[in-house]
């Protein structure tokens, strides 16, 4: 059996999502075949590109074509209403990180698909990433010991918030967009929550811009045995940058350190065509020549968007939504990185240390 797949929001990331599922089309692993979002022009290019039918109402979509399986690709604030609308039908839902930017919209999708028992897969694809897995081993081994303290870095160039998305990006934060990522990392590796945070934020370089949004977000975990990490998560690195992101995680334990550098990889490229160099990551998402579909794209962002598929897949011939439990990102895993980083929104405005409640 082969899923039925749609999606809502053919944007940016959209994008990147329908490349990987076309490329899952062409081996043969799931029809995928329609695509809705609000701008016609988008639809156009889609059919063209991928042909896939359009729709500017995903309702109508979902009620014309019998879909098993959807990846909702709309900004960080508008999750919840098609989330909400595909469990109504008993469609399996891949949502885009974070679940919400609210725990209220968080826990009424979460009890939407339980209520629906449809599969609701958040797309949180550092946790796929080889050096990822790696550390988490090693902590898991106890080659780090108790981990005392850590700090992560993520930073965007400041085009992401001017450019890409300018019109939301007053409806999201760098915590939300892309410190969230590692919120849930933390999560992820240390198997544990944390139970309080204080947070820092400026808001500077945007507003002088006209984009009531934060510049940067710093705030410090702390977990129940005392242990804590610092998170500093910004989107106004200069687009002079070498990459889109700058990423790095560094954990410290009693027994041993680990530090990844998850933007550097160690490619560097230089081309008369441009004004700066590229530090690239190969892991991420690059295209390859599949000898079965032609160039298809590859790599741990692509991963963490196909198991869904292959999850969807695994139902449809008989595997109970229960026995699929532990492999992978479910919506009650999100809503923790979700809550931490409401807390950490809610101690930037406060002043105050706020005790995290799950
Ligand atoms: N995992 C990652 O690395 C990653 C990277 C970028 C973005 N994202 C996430 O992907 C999601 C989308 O981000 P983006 O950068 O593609 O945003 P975007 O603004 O480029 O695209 C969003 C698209 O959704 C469409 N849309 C909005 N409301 C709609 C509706 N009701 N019906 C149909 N279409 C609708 C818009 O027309 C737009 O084309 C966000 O949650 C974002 O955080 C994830």
């Known amino acids: ?52 039918k359009g729709y500017t109402d995903y309702r109508e979509m979902f009620d014309k074509e019998h879909l098993d399986a959807v990846a909702v690709m709309t900004p960080d604030f508008l999750h919840e209403e098609v989330v909400l609308e595909a469990a109504k039908r008993k469609i399996h839902i891949l949502v885009q990180k974070p679940l919400s930017t609210d725990r209220g919209e968080g826990e009424r999708m979460i009890q939407a698909a339980k209520d629906n028992h449809v599969m609701l897969y958040v797309d949180l694809h550092k946790r796929l990433d080889p050096a990822h897995i790696q550390l988490k081993n090693a902590i898991k081994s106890g080659k780090l010991g108790e981990i005392e303290y850590g700090y992560v870095c993520m930073e965007d160039k400041i085009l992401v918030p001017t450019e890409w998305f300018k019109t939301w990006a007053k409806n999201s934060s760098p915590a939300w967009f892309i410190g969230i990522h590692f919120y849930d990392l933390i999560y992820w590796l240390l198997e544990e929550k944390p139970v309080r945070v204080y947070a820092s934020g400026l808001k500077k370089k945007l507003v002088s811009m006209g984009i009531d949004s934060y510049d ?100 449809l011939e008989g595997t109970k939504l229960e026995e699929l439990s532990g492999l992978y990102p479910t919506g009650e895993d999100a809503l923790v990185s979700t809550i931490m980083c409401q807390s950490a929104h809610e101690s930037a405005r406060t002043g105050k240390v706020v005790e995290i409640q799950y």
């Open 1 to 52: 059996m082969k899923a039925r797949v749609g999606v809502v929001g053919g944007g940016t990331y959209g994008s990147v999502l329908i490349n990987a599922y076309y490329g899952a089309h062409k081996r043969g692993e799931v029809d995928f075949v329609a695509v809705a979002d609000l701008n016609p022009e988008i639809l156009k290019k889609m059919e063209t590109a991928y042909g896939l």
């Open 216 to 315: 940067s977000l710093q705030s410090k975990f702390e977990f129940a045995n005392g242990a804590s990490i610092t998170v500093d998560a910004s989107w106004i690195l200069p687009n002079s940058f070498s990459s889109i992101v700058n990423q790095q995680i560094r954990l410290v334990g009693t027994e041993g350190f680990q530090e990844v550098d998850s933007q550097d990889r160690g490619v560097v490229a230089a081309y008369n065509s441009d004004t700066y160099s590229h530090v690239v990551n190969p892991y991420g998402n690059i295209m390859v020549d599949d000898p079965v579909a032609g160039p298809v794209p590859t790599g741990y962002c692509i991963d963490s968007m196909l198991v869904f598929l292959k999850l969807v897949n695994r139902m």
